[in-house]
């Protein structure tokens, strides 16, 4: 951290214009450096039973050659926490001397035991030394100080073997795992996701052990965010820097997963956050691995643009809220974001020109087919069409085009900054203004607060211009400018896999804090629209802006998973994926199955060889039903809970 970083209310990195990652103290995992001037880490977790050693020296080895630089393994009880140790030795027969960490929930003596043998342990401060029932109390100071003893008393004997084995430890809360105590005192919320990590660091700082990583996992991206920011922000308060460890946890699988995770990981990367990431997929942990690794190859940004440093940050980045936008036509106000479909290459436009934005023309009907992931808006550029288009769309046309064309019904102009400025003839209800990053100032902002009928487009060739389009959020909130705007970013020649996650990282934060009325994606490759369509209702969904489909929550399985998580995964989607806008968490196990619930609608979490529990919310309503029947369950289940539709 700076020495003449100045903390305020509202800080929570280095910079908010210049990529400057956060200097946080080195701690060592065996050979591997994390935090200070070390590369950011990449590493993951083992899903295989950890008392089948061959097959977990097998998988570890396996995601070690994709790249993996930590390998966590699950010690739920005291046999593998010892087995931890013929796991160890075999992979260093094999020539790999990769650090290993135990994975540690309720079993604190397989914590003691594991800290003897591998480099790192994890423990959950929410389910170390408490075990979750829900209860609503209220503590007095004198019975939370007779809690927080209790916990010193069970932690303790922990810590001192950390610190004379050299072994360093990941203090990682999981906002599905609050304990009770915390939950009374602090609500469900980042800043009780805080305290519980500084209940233990408290206790380690005692007793002068500082070989610490913090996390503040969430299946929720806006509480993951929100949790990382107010953990960093009290730690410069208090003059701490600690490392630290992020995830969005049960990510889910496949682009869900990918863009899911690159929202919520990339939000703290682009801010100079984060000293290792484990992204969390539903698939087999050395599929992880190149996500991680291509979300870190973007950082550190050493040569972007200089962008003017902010005087005042007008928003709290430690809660949601919407930037205030009046409403031109369904943008802005509080209309869901929109998403406008980039045609602008097609030499001709047809109704087949629409199947990859979600509409499908029926020529036997003779109707329009539209999807929940259907675009708002089509751009174009200069073409004409000359069918009837579906009611719930609008085409955007170059300005000289649509000057030809007005007359016809929800056809709106796109205009550039200087034609705007020049005051070119405009529709009386909706003209999109583009302006890149560079183009504006005070007096085309004070020219859009006065325009009704104006909704800006952005876009920015800067390298980091996901800070340089924040900064122009903040300029028009100063300014009280209202305009709606939509966020543009237009993606060279890349992969499939990259244009997800850059979008994602670029563009996800800025709707995680309420800013934006709308997506325009666009590439140079002109056979990738249904991608780029895909991918922009991914980030409003994983921002939770605008709600188009099922949402899973699905844990990445682990040596405690009572069943195969992919294959159920597979087969809950399959039944379930027309529900739009319902949550359902897939867990496999109960570490953290009941915690999570209560972010979900519905959960489907493994409680035994074999056996389902059925969670409503956070509440238990079936307890022991059979694997195979438990799919069925889960439907009546929702069925009964009002939320089932039937395919049409």
């Known amino acids: 951290m700076a020495q003449d970083l100045l903390i305020t209310p509202t800080t929570y990195c280095p910079s908010l214009t210049h990529y400057e990652r956060w200097h946080t103290r080195s701690v060592m995992v065996g050979d591997v450096g994390i935090g200070g001037a070390n590369p950011i880490r990449v590493q993951s977790m083992t899903t295989t039973d950890t008392m089948d050693t061959a097959g977990t020296v097998a998988q570890s080895i396996r995601m070690i050659d994709a790249g993996c630089e930590i390998v966590r393994i699950t010690a739920p009880s005291k046999d593998e926490a010892e087995n931890l140790a013929e796991i160890k030795k075999q992979l260093r027969a094999k020539g790999y001397r990769t ?198 190859a973007r950082y550190p940004r050493k040569d972007h643009a200089s962008i003017m440093p902010v005087e005042h940050v007008p928003m709290d980045p430690f809660s949601y809220a919407r930037r205030q936008s009046r409403g031109t036509l369904n943008i802005g106000a509080r209309h869901v974001p929109v998403v406008i479909a980039d045609m602008r290459k097609k030499t001709a436009i047809t109704a087949a020109s629409f199947f990859a934005w979600g509409y499908r023309y029926s020529v036997p009907n003779d109707k329009w087919n539209i999807a929940d992931q259907a675009c708002d808006y089509a751009f174009i550029g200069k073409n004409s069409i000359d069918f009837a288009i579906p009611g719930t769309l609008g085409i955007i046309q170059d300005h000289a085009v649509w000057l030809k064309d007005r007359a016809k019904p929800r056809h709106y102009p796109f205009i550039t900054t200087n034609d705007y400025r020049a005051g070119v003839e405009q529709h009386d209800e909706f003209n999109l203004v583009h302006a890149t990053l560079a183009d504006h100032d005070a007096t085309l902002i004070e020219k859009l607060r006065d325009d009704a009928t104006a909704v800006l487009l952005i876009d920015t060739a800067n390298a980091h211009g996901m800070a340089e389009e924040r900064r122009l959020f903040f300029e028009l909130m100063e300014a009280r400018c209202d305009v709606p705007v939509i966020i543009g970013r237009m993606y060279g020649d890349i992969s499939r896999e990259k244009l997800v996650l850059h979008s994602s990282t670029d563009i996800g934060p800025l709707f995680l804090d309420g800013m934006g009325d709308g997506i325009f994606l666009a590439d140079d490759d002109g056979g990738r629209e249904d991608l780029l369509c895909r991918t922009a209702f991914g980030i409003l969904q994983a921002t939770r802006t605008r709600i188009s489909k099922t949402e899973y929550i699905s844990c990445p399985s682990c040596g405690r998973t009572l069943f195969d998580l992919q294959e159920t995964t597979a087969k809950i989607r399959a039944r379930t994926s027309h529900l739009k806008g319902v949550k359902i968490g897939i867990m496999g196990c109960i570490v953290n199955g009941p915690g999570e619930m209560a972010d979900a609608d519905y959960g489907y979490v493994g409680t035994g060889a074999g056996v389902i529990t059925l969670y409503k919310e956070k509440e238990v309503v079936k307890r022991n039903v059979p694997a195979e029947r438990a799919v069925d369950e889960l439907i009546e289940l929702i069925k009964q809970g009002g939320d089932w539709v039937e395919v049409e």
């Open 99 to 296: 650090p290993l960490v135990a994975d540690i929930h309720f079993t604190p003596n397989a914590a003691e035991i594991a800290a003897r043998i591998v480099e790192k342990v994890r423990v959950n401060p929410g389910n170390y030394a408490d075990k979750k029932k829900f209860d609503v109390r209220e503590y007095t100071d004198a019975q939370y100080n007779d809690e927080l003893e209790r916990i010193r008393k069970r932690f303790l004997p922990l810590v001192k073997i950390c610190k004379e084995e050299g072994t360093a430890m990941r203090i990682g809360t999981n906002h599905g795992s609050l304990s009770d105590r915390i939950l009374n005192r602090y609500g469900d919320t980042p800043l009780g996701m805080v305290e519980s990590a500084f209940e233990f660091l408290r206790i380690c700082r005692d007793e002068n052990y500082h070989e610490i990583v913090l996390s503040m996992k969430a299946s929720n991206t806006h509480v993951m965010v929100q949790a990382y920011r107010l953990l960093v922000h009290k730690m410069m308060e208090l003059g701490w820097n600690y490392p630290l460890h992020l995830g969005v946890t049960e990510a889910g699988d496949g682009e869900d997963g990918r863009v899911k995770s690159a929202v919520g990981i990339g939000a703290l990367l682009e801010d100079g956050l984060g000293d290792t990431i484990r992204v969390s997929l539903t698939e087999d942990p050395e599929a992880e691995i190149p996500v991680a690794q291509e979300l870190v």
